[in-house]
T-cell receptor
């Protein structure tokens, strides 16, 4: 497909489990962003990649959150020892360059029980 | 302090009428961009319209227009001729800075739920 894809679309985890969320950006897009969207709120920035380099991780809420983009395309957001407060929709977005609109994926809805 | 403020949690409009969704922003950066996104119940974020801080004219995209008042730091979205399919959550967002550490990340408001009545 031509758009940003994310998998899984839904994930239910027991508290304490590790999860991995995948993002496939649009081919050729240099920039990749992860956002966290709590229920009824606007998305909040987590981290940013330019190609394979993670240039900004200031939004990651704790050291349980880790993101990577080893080959500059697909990215994975990993959450270790999940907590109930991690329940949210995790959105991935990509764009060609800083000044272009960001294209968002459909998100992964994470529910931690 | 909130960087993006959307004061209307919910708005209602009659089909075929126009509606304005409010957005105010706060930045000391002279170079910034303002975006509006639509998020239907299915969850995807759909880009609607963009306004750059140096743009002289208000942005328009089909039925969407952005009422940009720089001195008042407001960037209201106007939807003309509302359709039932416009019912969704609408987010205003800002990108700050010409580069450096901003990297183009977006700061979003809390959103406004728009309901279009037939």
């Amino acid at each position: 497909g031509a758009g940003v894809s994310q998998s899984p679309r839904y994930k239910v985890a027991k508290r304490g489990q590790d999860v991995a969320l995948r993002c496939d950006p649009i081919s050729g897009h240099v920039s990749l962003f992860w956002y966290q969207q709590a229920l009824g709120q606007g998305p909040e920035f987590l981290t940013y990649f330019q190609n394979e380099a993670q240039l900004d991780k200031s939004g990651l809420p704790s050291d349980r959150f880790f993101a990577e983009r080893p080959e500059g395309s697909v990215s994975t957001l990993k959450i270790q020892r999940t907590q109930q407060e991690d329940s949210a929709v995790y959105l991935c977005a990509s764009n060609l360059a800083r000044d272009n609109e960001q294209f968002f994926g459909p998100g992964t809805r994470l529910t931690v029980l | 302090a909130q960087k993006i403020t959307q004061t209307q949690p919910g708005m209602f409009v009659q089909e075929k009428e126009a509606v304005t969704l409010d957005c105010t922003y706060d930045t000391s950066d002279p170079s910034y961009g303002l975006f509006w996104y639509k998020q239907p119940s299915s969850g995807e974020m759909i880009f609607l319209i963009y306004q750059g801080s140096y743009d002289q004219q208000n942005a328009t995209e089909g039925r969407y227009s952005l009422n940009f008042q720089k001195a008042r730091k407001s960037a209201n979205l106007v939807i003309s001729a509302s359709q039932l399919g416009d019912s969704a959550m609408y987010f205003c967002a800002m990108r700050e800075g010409p580069g450096g550490t901003s990297y183009g990340k977006l700061t979003f408001g809390q959103g406004t739920i728009l309901t279009v009545h037939p």
